[in-house]
């Protein structure tokens, strides 16, 4: 962000979720961004999984 520099990281590695600043998901061929709970959630499973 400093840089003003944007990156797209597409992955099935879900260890990135905690370092985005928007996340989105791919479902049934339909793309949307997690927000709230949801993305709370996504990130809480993805930490889990590391420890």
Known sequence: QEMGKTIFAISHDDHYFIHADRLLEMRNGQLSELTGEERDAASR???A???
């Open 45 to 47: 499973d993805a930490v």
């Open 49 to 51: 999984r590391t420890a």
